[in-house]
């Protein structure tokens, strides 16, 4: 029994090996999650116990959530919450660890209460970093992204809001200064009758 459980968990390793073996490294150093399984004194078959152990340890954890205006050199740029909507467009980064395959998570883009865009992403180490991009054609109001498992799970949230840009908002505050104005200057006419 032991020896099933042993050539199990090296056949696994050794295709692990080869699945990541073309893969880009990640550039900061990754925690070693190397499974190690040990005949458990409960009588449970290992091989059911190795499967636990993947399982648990293939949990992924948002480590990094940021709305930004840019992402450059895979990094995010102008991270803020509220953006205007004179911008092209406005980004979800990500930074996703502790796959221990390739994996999907999707970033869904909301506005108000009404999904705009679901976008599948693809995470390829325990140390992922990715991003997606909308358009800021979507009106003004709060949103929010969240950061949904292939699994179903929510790993997070941010949230955002897009305003009007500041030529507009001034322009409407002098355009409605004036018609204040001019409201003020003709004579309030009441009609009595009741009708």
């Not at 295709?15 to 990640?26: Q, R």
């Not at 992924?60 to 467009?89: H, M, N, R, Y």
């Amino acid at each position: 029994m032991l020896k099933k459980a042993l050539l199990v968990l090296l056949s696994a390793l050794i295709i692990s090996g080869v699945c990541f073996a073309g893969e880009e490294a990640a550039e900061e150093p990754v925690e070693d999650t190397t499974a190690v399984v040990e005949e458990q004194p409960t009588g449970e078959p290992a091989e059911e116990a190795s499967s636990a152990v993947a399982e648990e340890e293939s949990t992924l954890v948002l480590e990094k959530i940021a709305i930004c205006s840019a992402v450059e050199d895979k990094q995010p740029q102008g991270v803020g919450t509220v953006f205007a909507d004179d911008l092209d467009k406005i980004f979800c980064f990500t930074k996703i660890v502790g796959a221990l395959d390739t994996t999907l998570v999707k970033h869904v883009w909301y506005l108000g209460d009404n999904e705009l865009v679901s976008v599948d992403l693809p995470v390829k180490s325990a140390s992922w970093r990715t991003w997606s991009s909308k358009l800021v054609d979507m009106g003004l109001g709060k949103g929010y992204v969240e950061v949904v498992s292939e699994g179903g799970d929510v790993l997070g949230k941010a949230d955002f809001e897009i305003q009007a840009a500041a030529e507009e908002v001034e322009e409407a505050e002098e355009d409605e200064g004036v018609e204040e104005a001019e409201e003020a200057e003709e004579p309030v006419e009441e009609d009595d009758s009741e009708e």
